[in-house]
């Protein structure tokens, strides 16, 4: 099944997998460190996100929806890449925002909106209802019948499409690393590991101890069955979700300055950061090869 339209978007796949090179931090611990540049496979529909919406799109047109609808916070990257994806792809597309309308809009919803997204606002305790059938009953009626993706546009195809990512790298690394938010991106690496390969997710947010409740149920809902090979690291949020402090803004001034590469900081760098704390802990054996997903970019 191909999304309409795929053909017409140039997609880099499978995305580039480089080592890094000149870094002592790896050298002193016989660590190799690769990254998985998932930020390059579209400049409009950036790593991760792409992975997760690529099977549903291909589902709502063969469905035959017109319309995606999607739910997300004024920040969401998820509202971003679903109204992007809904301007290649051939979909009208319905972002539900949580909480009240602000002007002028900010530059993620801004964007939103010139990609053709249509913008709804529910109160706060309404957007808690999102997923009852109450609620998703009078949006489906009102915008006639659209595919719901969830917030964070993590369900079953999602994993699904996030399972893909293990065969691009191959089976001569030893631990795949990523970022989590939701948790659907490390649910389907997980789940696409061959034997003796490691997941290591990097919560972004504070308190995210349910996450790992959350990945069981992804991988239940898309596989049938939980894979044991993965594990969640909760110490580095800086903050939570969303915030920086001056360990985090250094840690990716350092890290541009050895590797000519800017880190996304709500995501990337945390877990960038999260990596090279563990390989300083010991935790990784000499020759050890890790892969870091650069799920999108600064
Ligand atoms: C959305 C996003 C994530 C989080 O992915 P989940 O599947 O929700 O855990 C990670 N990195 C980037 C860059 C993102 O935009």
Redo the contacts with the bound molecule.
């Keep these: 099944m191909e999304a309409p339209g795929r053909g017409q978007v140039a997609l880099s796949l499978p995305s580039p997998l480089v080592e890094l090179q000149g870094d002592d931090r790896l050298h002193r611990h016989g660590v190799r460190l690769l990254l998985k540049r998932d930020d390059l496979i579209h400049p409009e529909l950036p790593?991760?996100?792409w992975r997760?919406l690529s099977r549903n799109l291909s589902t709502a047109a063969a469905q035959g929806h017109r319309t995606l609808l999607t739910f997300g916070g004024a920040y969401s990257?998820?509202i971003r890449a679903t109204a992007a994806a809904g301007r290649l792809f051939g979909f009208s597309t319905v972002g539900v925002i949580r909480g009240e309308e602000r002007l002028p809009l900010n530059p993620s919803l801004r964007y939103a909106v010139q990609q053709g997204m249509q913008l709804v606002y529910l109160d706060r305790s309404t957007y808690r209802a999102k997923h009852t059938p109450a609620v998703q009953d009078v949006l489906r009626r009102t915008w006639d019948e659209p595919y719901v993706l969830p917030e964070?546009g993590?369900n079953a195809l999602a994993v699904l499409g996030c399972a893909e990512l293990p065969a691009e790298i191959g089976s001569d690394v030893d631990v795949v690393c990523c970022?989590?938010?939701?948790?659907?991106?490390?649910a389907g690496i997980a789940g696409g590991l061959g034997a003796g390969q490691q997941a290591i997710g990097f919560a972004v947010l504070k308190g995210a101890g349910f996450l790992c409740e959350e990945v069981r149920h992804l991988q239940g809902s898309a596989f049938g069955a939980v894979t044991e090979n993965w594990d969640i690291e909760l110490g580095f949020h800086f903050g939570g979700y969303a915030r920086q402090n001056p360990l985090l803004a250094e840690f990716v001034a350092d890290f541009e300055a050895r590797h000519g590469l800017r880190l996304?900081w709500v995501?990337?760098a945390k877990m960038m950061a999260g990596i090279f704390s563990l390989i300083e802990q010991g935790r990784f054996a000499a020759g050890t090869r890790v892969v870091a997903v650069v799920?999108?970019g600064a």
């Design positions: 790593g991760n996100k997760k990257n998820h964070g993590s970022p989590v938010g939701t948790g659907g991106t490390l996304d995501y990337v799920t999108g």
